[in-house]
């Protein structure tokens, strides 16, 4: 009979570690886990690989004790670097969830994707963004269903696509070109970084920043207002056509 654990991969194996697993290739890849530490993990909080992994192994098959071998670690992740390996498995492997876990981490990736697409889409009947409140509500109308484990980028082609059947929305976008004044440069270049995409940017002699930025249409008027209120109006912004 076993004790509490046992030794391997210079980590003692605990009997209360559940096995996460990533389907790649064709082949299979797995590594015993700390169930709660690895949804903390999957919930993106900040929690240390060396301590979320029960086991500095990586498996084909876990239960049955077969270890991957080196060569086809490096041949389908580029290294055999357990926690670069585990860190893979972990953002996009899966595991076994309790309910409760499972509705939270939905409910947390719902709300993601929603607040994304009310940042970045607008209404083009209108040129207005949708409130979350209605992009809610037509995810809802659209029986839109959430993968807890993709990314937020991942999945949202697929729930706009949907929302497109009972909701008007577009992706526009629009390219201007801003200048901050030097007393200003630094804030003002956060702000525009936090908006939009960053095309081309100048730091000129006199401290000021240039730059060619791509916002969503329907932000541009509020990163205007902002910029305008930072710079008390001093602020240089071009519509480039």
């Known amino acids: 009979m076993m004790g509490s654990g046992s030794k391997t991969g210079e980590k003692w194996l605990q009997l209360d570690a559940v096995v996460v697993g990533l389907h790649k290739e064709g ?3 797995e590594v015993f886990v700390d169930p709660d530490l690895a949804f903390r993990f999957r919930r993106g909080e900040d929690v240390p690989i060396e301590s979320i992994l029960k086991s500095y192994d990586l498996y084909r098959d876990a239960r049955r004790g077969e270890r991957a071998s080196e060569e086809q670690a490096k041949e389908f992740f580029g290294t055999d670097d357990i926690f670069e390996i585990a860190t893979q498995i972990l953002k996009r492997g899966e595991f076994k969830l309790t309910l409760e876990q499972r509705n939270q981490l939905i409910a947390e990736k719902r709300e993601a994707i929603i607040n994304h697409i009310a940042k970045r889409a607008v209404n083009p009947q209108t040129g207005h963004p949708h409130p979350p409140d209605r992009i809610r509500q037509a995810m809802e109308e659209a029986k839109v269903r959430i993968d807890p484990f993709l ?3 991942e999945q949202v082609p697929k729930v706009v696509k949907a929302l497109r059947v009972v909701l008007p ?3 526009e976008s629009v390219k201007i070109r801003i200048t901050i004044p030097a007393t200003y440069s630094g804030k003002g270049y956060n702000m525009v970084a936090k908006a ?3 095309k081309q940017e100048t730091w000129n002699p ?3 920043w240039t730059g060619l930025v791509e916002v969503p ?5 509020e990163l205007y207002d902002e910029l305008n209120r930072l710079t008390k109006g001093q602020v ?3 519509l480039v056509r």
């Open 27 to 29: 082949l299979r890849f």
């Open 151 to 153: 990314s937020v980028e």
């Open 169 to 171: 929305i577009s992706f």
């Open 196 to 198: 939009g995409l960053i």
């Open 206 to 208: 006199d401290g000021s």
């Open 217 to 221: 249409a329907s932000h541009r008027q």
């Open 236 to 238: 240089q912004i071009e």
